[in-house]
């Protein structure tokens, strides 16, 4: 029974990653060539100059909240001593980390649609490298989560496909 509720809650972690990074991806690459196409008149209105400073200090702060949270988060794991305890703990702290990741991409997609300012590039570029790193796996979990051998095995026998 706990092999398939571990089942269950690694299959809607992943299902929601890969949603959330679906959804980013052609928002960002839209705005990206619409900004960098040259044919294309932009009859955009401006930021205030407040939005764009807001912008451009938010995303990166939540770029590194968002990695100090999952961490903390992570932390708590080593105090738990049943598995599906741990990985609950983890998929939270995932689904958490990749909202904000989701907010850090959509800010850095408005921001380079009004403003054009190169650094929204480097913010979503960014974001991408976070995506790929927090993407869970049962290696990484296992890591991150300093399990044990027989629970490594049994992270890895729920993330097979049934």
Do not use: W
């Amino acid at each position: 029974m706990e092999t398939q509720e571990l089942r269950k809650i690694y299959h809607q972690t992943e299902r929601l990653t890969l949603i959330i990074l679906i959804i980013t991806l052609p928002i960002f690459g839209g705005v990206y060539l619409y900004h960098n196409s040259g044919s294309i008149t932009k009859d955009l209105p401006d930021l205030p100059d407040f939005f764009n400073g807001f912008l451009l200090s938010f995303c990166p702060l939540l770029l590194l909240y968002q990695d100090l949270t999952f961490r903390k988060k992570i932390k708590l794991t080593f105090g738990e001593t049943e598995l599906i305890d741990k990985v609950k703990i983890y998929c939270k702290a995932t689904t958490n980390r990749f909202l904000f990741l989701f907010l850090v991409s959509v800010g850095a997609s408005v921001g380079l649609l009004f403003d054009g300012n190169p650094f929204y590039i480097v913010l979503f570029a960014l974001a991408l490298v976070f995506f790929s790193l927090a993407k869970p796996s049962p290696d990484r979990m296992a890591r991150l989560m300093k399990l044990k051998k027989e629970d490594r095995e049994l992270l890895r026998e729920i993330a097979r496909p049934q």
